[in-house]
């Protein structure tokens, strides 16, 4: 049984939904252009096992962000999951990041690393910082800029077109992002996102660190054939860990979700594991 429920904090409310009955619990935080609904799949196989909460970010599904563009600082983060983890008796959990939803499982992580068990970064982003995000949300102008292809989507795909053709950018990530950006709608929740989200980044020594110095189970998983998150992307990261298991699947970035199942039910025998 799943049911819906809300937290509200300040101005800003974050949509999640709630199933199943397991003496674990696992947070999850799906990717960009998604919502809750891309894990539901899920969560007949760890039902059993888990008690699974399943967030839609700011800009997605359900949730609510009340600042505009204000950036979501980490530190309002971590006292909205603290109150997220008072309301729901949660002393101690784990995370799912798939791809954007890696930064909020980053953050989580390093907000609260002595009550977290294990991680599943799932082609994260913000283990690396993009160039290409840096320059289009950190000068003013350049925001400004960016915000003016809203209305003026041609400007994207001249830009797009010549740094393919100046080979800056693998045509698979333009293709991407094209598919992301092809209503006004879409176009308005790429901005916002990248604006707002800016400030979640990561000093990947202190999160090595923290995992290692809390024994965190730390679980990665990359497409080989990823063009949004490049598998090569997470090696220094992965040099920093003590521990951890690495799994590249034969994938690009959308299919990693289900194909990641079985790395996170290992508790569940391979013929209980459903996907419908």
Known sequence: MISNHYLNYQSSRIHYV?????????????GFGQDHTVYIPLIQSLAKHYSL?????????QSKWGYDERPL?????KEMIAQFLK?????????????LGGRFALSTLEAFPEKINK??????????????YKLATYPFFLRKFFKSMIHNYNRFLTIADK???WKLVDPGLIRFADYQMGTTEKRKRVYYSWVVFRH???????????????????????????KVILPEHMDKFRSLLNNHKFH???????????QSLPFIAEKVSPSNYIIR
């Open 18 to 30: 709630k199933a199943g009955n397991g003496k674990e619990t696992l947070l999850f935080f799906h």
């Open 53 to 61: 909460y399943i967030f839609d970010l700011f800009f997605h599904g």
């Open 73 to 77: 600082e980490k530190k309002y983060w």
């Open 87 to 99: 309301e729901n008796s949660i002393t101690s959990f784990s995370v799912v990041g798939y791809s």
């Open 119 to 132: 991680v599943f970064l799932i082609a994260s982003d913000g283990i690396r910082e993009n160039t290409w």
């Open 163 to 165: 740094l393919v053709k």
């Open 200 to 226: 979640m980044k990561f000093n990947i020594r202190r999160l090595a660190s923290l995992i290692n110095k809390h024994n965190i189970q730390t679980v990665v998983i990359v497409g080989r054939y990823d």
């Open 248 to 258: 590249a699947l034969e994938s690009g970035h959308s299919g990693l979700i289900y």
